[in-house]
């Protein structure tokens, strides 16, 4: 089987956070990045989120709600936010959703 | 649509690891008409959301069955059926809508039926409230380059 479930690796530089996910990301594996990122980003309180989403190699709609619940908890705690590298298909499922109106798209950005 | 070239049906239960192999699964038997990657990915995100919808929804904190059951046509189409015996839909028209969601403090998007509707090209929904939902999905693969 050809799936890798996504993972989350956590960084803080310059009081940037960044949460590089790698794999596919779907509603079995959300939840866990979901609770990675969180607790990093309440911990190190950074100026930025920024979620790195090069590495990604697909997406469903479990997707959408990762990345549009971390935008809304970095703004209740005051973090600016980016998303980065979202690519291809990831990146065209932001932009059905509208979500390219709202959250700062960064980086390699291939439509 | 022509006689069914192939079918496989499959039945597996509603837990949250079997997302993966149901658009796995969905892949292997869609390579058969070498698609393009961008028709073998709208497949897996369409198969992806529909047995999410059984795993979040229609089962919610219990396990069920989920019944897939995949034709392969002459005519380069494929159509998928995902069913489920869960709680059922009340109202179809309204939970296909972009955007809406009964589920939004599990950060559920409400986009699961949209994307079905936009990678697919035909999207049914039947569903009986204390019964279950059957969605079924049809794709017209591209012509192969000659």
Redesign the interface.
């Known amino acids: 089987m050809d799936t890798k479930n996504a993972a989350v690796k956590l960084e803080t530089v310059n009081n940037t956070l960044r949460a590089a996910i790698t794999g596919e990301i779907d509603h079995h594996c959300a939840k866990n990045i979901r609770q990675e990122i969180d607790a990093a980003l309440l911990s190190a309180s950074p100026d930025k989120l920024i979620i790195d989403m090069s590495n990604v190699t697909f997406m469903d709609s479990s997707g959408l709600g990762l990345i549009l619940g971390r935008y809304t908890k970095a703004e209740e705690v005051g973090t600016a936010f980016a998303v980065q590298g979202a690519h291809g298909r990831v990146r065209q499922m932001f932009d059905m959703a509208g979500l390219d109106r709202i959250i700062t798209f960064e980086g390699d950005v291939k439509k | 649509m022509k006689k069914s070239a192939n079918t496989l049906k499959l039945q597996f239960c509603s837990l949250?690891?079997n997302?993966?192999?149901a658009?796995?699964l969905a892949a292997a038997f869609v390579m058969q008409l070498n698609p393009t990657v961008?028709e073998l990915?709208d497949i897996?995100?369409a198969v992806?959301?529909a047995v999410?919808n059984c795993?979040?929804h229609a089962y919610r904190d219990a396990v069920g069955p989920i019944y897939m059951t995949m034709h392969a046509y002459d005519d380069r189409k494929v159509k998928i059926e995902i069913r489920d015996a869960g709680c059922g839909i009340p109202d179809v028209e309204t939970a296909m809508q972009?955007?809406y969601t009964t589920d939004a403090e599990?950060?559920?998007?409400?986009?699961?039926f949209?994307?079905m509707d936009?990678f697919m090209d035909g999207l049914t929904v039947r569903s009986k409230p204390g019964k279950g939902t059957k969605v079924t999905m049809m794709k017209k693969l591209s012509a192969l380059p000659r």
């Not at chain 2, 599990?106 to 699961?112: H, L, P, V």
Request: charged share 20%; net charge neutral.
């Open positions: 949250s690891q997302e993966s192999l658009r796995s961008a990915a897996k995100c992806s959301e999410t795993t979040v972009p955007l599990n950060e559920r998007s409400g986009m699961g949209t994307v936009s």
